[in-house]
T-cell receptor, first 109, second 116 residues
Framework: LAKTTQPISMDSYEGQEVNITCSHN???????ITWYQQFPSQGPRFIIQ???TKVTNEVASLFIPADRKSSTLSLPRVSLSDTAVYYC??????????FGSGTKLNVKP | GAVVSQHPSRVICKSGTSVKIECRSL??????MFWYRQFPKQSLMLMAT?????????EQGVEKDKFLINHASLTLSTLTVTSAHPEDSSFYIC????????????FGPGTRLTVT
């Protein structure tokens, strides 16, 4: 039922920029795109949300092309503490979220 | 920022007993709360949608008589696992949406249930 597709895992090194792309071909007009981070045995933590174009906050940037069928989460200069699972979700937040597999990011020293 | 709490953070119970998990929105009113279950190394699985003052809506395959959900106020939803069995051992997470503002879902820290 998940509306999104992401790579299962990615490896990176400290200090690098990491880009995680998510496909959501069937995104609806009312859907927003939201990214969450989850550490083991913790609830997901909000990273960033967008509807179209580009959104930037203090921790990440979100790039959304005009057709909105995909999005890319960009994490600048990752550190070891960024090792986590990252979930891309689409939906109106007053409706349901169906989580996909997420992307397990492994940051190496 | 909006905060969602869960209590307890972890619980161990014997097979056949019932366990109640609370989910609270601490600084906002939540029209809707969601309950998820997560098994080790797996993604979150949506169990049910809880709306204040009305019956919960359960996802396909989730037994409503086993997982009782009550959303009595705009800041509290409870999940009761009835007649728990070892296969119910899991990480239970709730989330809430803020009726007054944005499109974000706020997640609680989760509750680790172990049934022995």
């Amino acid at each position: 039922l998940a509306k999104t597709t992401q790579p299962i895992s990615m490896d990176s090194y400290e200090g690098q920029e990491v880009n995680i792309t998510c496909s959501h071909n069937n995104i609806a007009t009312n859907d927003y795109i939201t990214w969450y981070q989850q550490f083991p045995s913790q609830g997901p933590r909000f990273i960033i949300q967008g509807y179209k174009t580009k959104v930037t906050n203090e921790v990440a940037s979100l790039f959304i092309p005009a057709d909105r069928k995909s999005s890319t989460l960009s994490l600048p200069r990752v550190s070891l503490s960024d090792t986590a699972v990252y979930y891309c979700l689409v939906g109106d937040n007053f409706n349901k979220f169906y989580f996909g597999s997420g992307t397990k990011l492994n940051v190496k020293p | 920022g909006a905060v969602v709490s869960q209590h307890p953070s972890r619980v161990i119970c014997k097979s056949g007993t019932s366990v109640k998990i609370e989910c609270r929105s601490l600084d906002f009113q939540a029209t809707t709360m969601f309950w998820y279950r997560q098994f080790p190394k797996q993604s979150l699985m949506l169990m049910a949608t809880s709306n204040e003052g009305s019956k919960a809506t359960y996802e396909q395959g989730v037994e409503k008589d086993k997982f009782l959900i009550n959303h009595a106020s705009l800041t509290l939803s409870t999940l009761t696992v009835t007649s728990a069995h070892p296969e119910d051992s899991s990480f239970y997470i709730c989330s809430a949406t803020n009726r007054d503002s944005d499109h974000e879902q706020y997640f609680g820290p989760g509750t680790r249930l172990t049934v022995t």
